[in-house]
Structure formats: structure tokens, C-alpha cells
């Protein structure tokens, strides 16, 4: 098993660019979610998902898109890119919303 | 609203001494409670569960946390602090909504520091 695999690691944008951070699970996981991590304030969920085809919000959703389609990927779209989104984004996953996380190695973004 | 409060960003012990890492909440309802801890440069490790069998939760490393739901608070202990413990800890709460969904949310995080 691959586990949670997260890409890129590392990413450098210009302001109003997009882009899809990736993320994969193969442990067939019901709950994924995408979070970010800045000093000082934790991890904030950004967009989480309990099952294919269903998606909600977290705490800091806006400037970021995801879908569901299948029950392995959840990316992670920033649709214009801003230098207030410059974090740590972590994607995570669980059998079932409750029970451990497993977490993906991180993605450092930059946005210039 | 609901919330999750880590009362310190910062807390330093000596090798030896006890910890105690402190965790308030605010829900309508019993929430699912964590601790999750974050070494340096490394991902996040799971530390132990709160699941309602027990308000005394045992973890792993010798940490142990106690559910108190009158003070809505899920503090983190160990009798012992070890160097290999300086680490950033997360307290974790899910706030169930409705049709099975729930968001997993991640206190502020307390940084502790082991002196030798």
C-alpha cells in the first residue's frame, strides 16, 4: 500500500495563477480532506469529503475547489491563486469520518 | 460556535517532570476527541482516541488524556517527560453535522519543549 500520496511537494505560483494539488489514497478510504497549515494557527480544513460524490466545506474554504468522483482522489484546485494562500497543505484520509487520519507528506506552496 | 482551544502555544518542562497539555472545546453535542502530535520535519502521528468507553484514555508513549464533559475539556498528560517528547501537539475534535458528515477540527497547537 502506497497510503496517502500527496503531489507536488513543492510548488511556486505567480499571483492569479491556478492550479490542482493532488491527492490519493489507496487503502479505500471513505473520509479524505485537505487542510492547511500556517505557524501559529494549527492545521485548518479547508474542504473535506465523506464518500464519493459528497463534499462540504471546513473552516477556510474560500479561493479553493475540490470534487469527489471517484472514492481514491480528492483534488485540491486553487482557482486564482493569492500570497494569503502561501501554507503547508496536508491532505489527510480515514476508513470512516472518527477513526485515524492518515496524512499525506505535505505540499509547500508559494505564491509570489 | 463551534471551537477548539489549545490554552498554550508554548509549554517547556524538564526530562523527568510531568506534562500536561491543556484542551478546551465548545459543542451541543458529545464530540469525537484526538490528540495528534507532529515531530519536526516529520507527518502527523496519532496519539490516542477519545471513543466514550472510558473518560480516561490511554495513548501511546506513556500519554494518557481525560475527557471531563462538565469543564468540556480533553487534557493531555505523562508522568515523565522524555527528550524524544519535544514535539508540536495537536488537540482534534470532530463536530458531527447531519447525514454522517462531520468536520475534523484542528486546535491552534502547543509546542513543548524538554530540558534536559
Known amino acids: 500500500n502506497a497510503g496517502v500520496t500527496q503531489t507536488p511537494k513543492f510548488q511556486v505560483l505567480k499571483t492569479g495563477q491556478s492550479m490542482t494539488l493532488q491527492c490519493a489514497q489507496d487503502?479505500?478510504?471513505?473520509?479524505m480532506s485537505w487542510y492547511r497549515q500556517d505557524p501559529g494557527m494549527g492545521l485548518r480544513l479547508i474542504h473535506y469529503?465523506?464518500?464519493?460524490?459528497?463534499?462540504d466545506q471546513g473552516e477556510v474554504p474560500n479561493g479553493y475547489n475540490v470534487s469527489r468522483s471517484t472514492t481514491e482522489d480528492f483534488p485540491l484546485r486553487l482557482l486564482s491563486a493569492a500570497p494569503s494562500q502561501t501554507s503547508v497543505y496536508f491532505c489527510?484520509?480515514?476508513?470512516?469520518?472518527?477513526?485515524?487520519?492518515?496524512f499525506g507528506s505535505g505540499t509547500q506552496l508559494s505564491v509570489l | 460556535a463551534q471551537s477548539v482551544t489549545q490554552l498554550d502555544s508554548h509549554v517547556s518542562v524538564s526530562e523527568g517532570t510531568p506534562v500536561l497539555l491543556r484542551c478546551n472545546y465548545s459543542?451541543?453535542?458529545?464530540?469525537?476527541l484526538f490528540w495528534y502530535v507532529q515531530h519536526p520535519n516529520k507527518g502527523l502521528q496519532l496519539l490516542l482516541k477519545?471513543?466514550?468507553?472510558?473518560?480516561l484514555v490511554k495513548g501511546i508513549n506513556g500519554f494518557e488524556a481525560e475527557f471531563k464533559k462538565s469543564e468540556t475539556s480533553f487534557h493531555l498528560t505523562k508522568p515523565s517527560a522524555h527528550m524524544s517528547d519535544a514535539a508540536e501537539y495537536f488537540c482534534?475534535?470532530?463536530?458531527?453535522?447531519?447525514?454522517?458528515?462531520?468536520?475534523?477540527?484542528f486546535g491552534q497547537g502547543t509546542t513543548l519543549q524538554v530540558k534536559p
Open positions: 489527510a484520509s480515514s476508513y470512516q469520518l472518527g477513526e485515524k487520519l492518515f
Open positions: 487503502m479505500n478510504h471513505e473520509y
Open positions: 469529503s465523506v464518500g464519493a460524490g459528497i463534499t
Open positions: 459543542s451541543s453535542y458529545s464530540p469525537s
Open positions: 477519545y471513543t466514550s468507553a472510558a473518560t
Open positions: 482534534v475534535v470532530i463536530f458531527h453535522g447531519s447525514s454522517n458528515t462531520g468536520k475534523l477540527i
